[in-house]
């Protein structure tokens, strides 16, 4: 497929229960301090974490890029099954095979799902949490039609093998400069980031699973944010009409104990594009002080 000899991958594969991820290690192994996991959100792939965080992060810090399963060139063997937990697992799976014990994990909108439970599922390999524009909490409405008719038996596949490549490609651009909004989508940032890589049919049948079933996968684990225990920070823009601050970054916040609740005023979802330098600036606070306190236990 052309999408896939002009994105080719840039990682490693490593393979994990229930498929095969796609992983970029940046900087040195040997940094001092938790290695990053930056992970991404729906319809896209590493390369939006890599942007505007990853490169910077890695002048000095062990980087981790991971294309969710199903996304960019990772894998996941049961398209339908995309829980949080499964992704979850899978990530923490990858990490335990590339021996990180501990990491600071940077997730963004859909990802935020993820990464709240692998703070509560295995509060053993997260030395740090941070929420950009994360999804958390159920919230009114739905997640489009389109994504349930493509997830229904027969139909959704032949339109997901047929239709979707050449409709999905003429809305891209005006799909992330929505998603944008109110800040300018940057000039060549769909190459960029190998966006169109989510229009292959399996990627897409993919994408549209996880936003079909993210709901109750919310609503199902809400409850027991109140037992994260990791350093917590949620970054969220005020102006963000895709995934609500009010529904899912204050509550979050407000639920997590001694979590850091930081709202950007007037800005949309694309955060870590809006503003990385305070994004980097609050994960060096947590390397920073996991560093302090690790330092005063071993006195």
Known sequence: MLFERKYPPTGEFVDVTGGRLHVEQMGPRDASGPPIVLVHGATSSMETMRLPLGHVLAEKHRVILIDRPGFGWSLRNDVPNSSPAMQAKMIDEVLEKLGVDRAIIVVHSLAGALGALMALDYPQRVAGLVMLAGVTHPWP????????????????????????????????????????????????????????????????????????????????????????KAPTVVIAGSADTVVSPEIHSHHFAETVPGAKLIVLPGVGHMVQNAAPDLIIGEIENIILAADTKSKAASR
Request: no cysteine; charged share 15%.
């Open 141 to 228: 409405g739905g997640v489009g039609i389109y994504n349930k008719v493509v997830t229904t038996p027969v139909i959704g596949k032949l339109l997901a093998y047929t239709i979707t490549l050449p409709l999905g490609y003429f809305l891209t651009d005006s799909g992330g400069r929505a998603v944008f909004a109110p800040q300018v989508m940057p000039e060549g940032y769909i190459e960029q980031t190998a966006t169109p890589l989510v229009l292959r049919p399996r990627a897409f049948l993919a994408n549209a699973w996880d936003l079909v079933t993210l709901k109750p996968a919310v609503r199902a684990q809400a409850s027991r944010y109140d037992n994260i």
